[in-house]
């Protein structure tokens, strides 16, 4: 399979997003409550771990969004991974409004931080160091509860939600590129 690569000057930011965009990720919604005790939650694709020992992950989130404050000076946060079923959370976090919360179903959990019901994984975590980069905050954070279970994760790719398709284990090792590139070339998109 040939693939043609497009070059761009980096300065250009549409091009980097759109280069970018070809690294999927899973979709998750971080939440606090802020030391006022009002809860926050957004959309986040910008979540990766960093290290198990000591158990550490990361996250960033813009210097212009209206939460800001309530992140940096809550002391914690938890990390919702979604899964298929909960593309909907998506925009939902995404979206600006008085009370994210209102008919979501949630728990209190680590630190005061709403955790959301269902997810496939859930991380919450103390606020270990906030970094600067760029135009972003880089949120560490030291995991003090982690709650996973099966299902289908909530995959964003290229300016769509997808689902994984799995591939098929190989009957000899000629049929390893075959089925590589058939997993690849399927992909099924929630919306």
């Known amino acids: 399979m040939s ?94 409004a008085p009370d994210k919360f209102q008919n979501i179903p949630y728990e209190i959990g680590y630190g005061g931080c709403p955790i959301l019901e269902d997810c496939i994984a859930r991380f919450e975590c103390s606020t270990h160091s906030v970094v600067e980069g760029g135009d972003h905050l880089i949120f560490i954070g030291r995991v003090e509860n982690v709650v996973y279970s099966d299902g289908e994760p909530l995959i964003f790719s290229a300016g769509s939600f997808c689902v994984p398709t799995r591939f098929q284990k190989p009957d000899n090792a000629n049929d390893i590129q075959t089925a590589g590139q058939n997993a690849t070339m399927q992909r099924e998109c929630c919306s």
Do not use: I
């Open 3 to 96: 693939h043609h690569l497009s070059a761009y000057k980096v300065a250009d930011p549409m091009h980097l997003r759109q280069a970018l965009g070809r690294f999927a990720t899973g979709v998750t919604v971080v939440t606090t409550r802020s030391p006022s005790g009002k809860l926050e939650g957004l959309t986040a694709n910008s979540f990766s771990s960093v290290s198990l020992d000591p158990p550490l992950v990361l996250w960033s989130l813009q210097k212009r969004a209206p939460s800001l404050e309530s992140f940096k000076n809550s002391g914690a946060f938890a990390v919702n991974v979604l899964g298929a079923h909960q593309h909907d959370y998506c925009k939902h976090f995404a979206t600006p």
